[in-house]
């Protein structure tokens, strides 16, 4: 079945940047709009951003708007997260999933990003 | 933003007994499009969220028939008909119907 593969997680300060990826297997990558979502510890997910297909169109949290970018390579089965200055409550694990009609269905298993000083 | 609530936060039950979950909307989840796009997850401790449930009452692939989804426009029920064990988690409700989506703060679902 589809499988999604984070990396890049790790501890960063504040203020840094941090790239995350996420490597899709056994599904036709370029098919699917994904996302990414997070969960701080101890709280509920927390949807942060989409991208179509193509990489056309993208979306965000206002709480990630201006600092986080969405990417893709299809030709490389792989999803990004350029993630800019960092806080502390940027601090939790980072899921990518793939999209169905208005939800995700399959979701990797999450790379852990914590920001602190 | 569109807020999503769910009742109860806790819900302690009894193995083989039914279980349910509310979750309201704070406006309507009706798309454009027509389409209602709800959908339920449940995360076991230590996972990623499993989705259950899509567009109010649709269930993915391998989910069991004891767990189903009803509602309209801002309110709507996933129920259990018998909890089992492996039904401990904590269970979220998502909007897909306008950006940025949103979860429901999750209710736990624990065996008395």
């Known amino acids: 079945q589809v499988q999604l593969v984070e990396s890049g997680g790790g501890v960063v300060q504040p203020g840094r940047s941090l790239r995350l990826s996420c490597a899709g297997s056994r599904m036709k990558f370029s098919d699917f709009g994904m996302s990414w979502v997070r969960q701080a510890p101890g709280k509920g997910p927390e949807w942060v951003a989409i991208?179509?297909?193509?990489?056309?169109?993208?979306h965000y949290s206002n709480s990630v708007k201006g600092r986080f970018t969405i990417s893709r390579d299809n030709a490389k089965n792989t999803l990004f997260l350029q993630m800019n200055s960092l806080r502390p409550d940027d601090t939790g694990v980072y899921y990518c999933?793939?999209?169905?009609?208005?939800?995700?269905?399959?979701w990797g298993q999450g790379t852990l990003v914590t920001v602190s000083s | 933003d569109i807020v999503m609530t769910q009742t109860p936060l806790s819900s302690p039950v009894t193995l083989g007994q039914p279980a349910s979950i509310s979750c309201r909307s704070s406006r309507s989840l009706v798309h454009t499009n027509g389409n209602t796009y709800l959908t339920w997850l449940q995360q076991r401790p230590g996972q990623p969220p499993r989705p259950l449930i899509y567009k109010i009452s649709e269930r993915f692939s391998g989910v069991p028939d004891r767990f189903s989804g009803s509602g309209a426009g801002t309110d709507f029920t996933l129920k259990i008909s018998r909890v089992e064990v492996e039904d401990v988690g904590v269970y979220y409700c998502?909007?897909?119907?306008?950006?940025?989506?949103?979860f429901g703060p999750g209710t736990k679902v624990e065996i008395k």
């Open positions: 999933a793939s999209q169905c009609e208005g939800c995700l269905d399959n």
């Open positions: 998502m909007q897909g119907t306008d950006f940025p989506w949103t």
């Open positions: 991208i179509s297909t193509d990489g056309s169109q993208t």
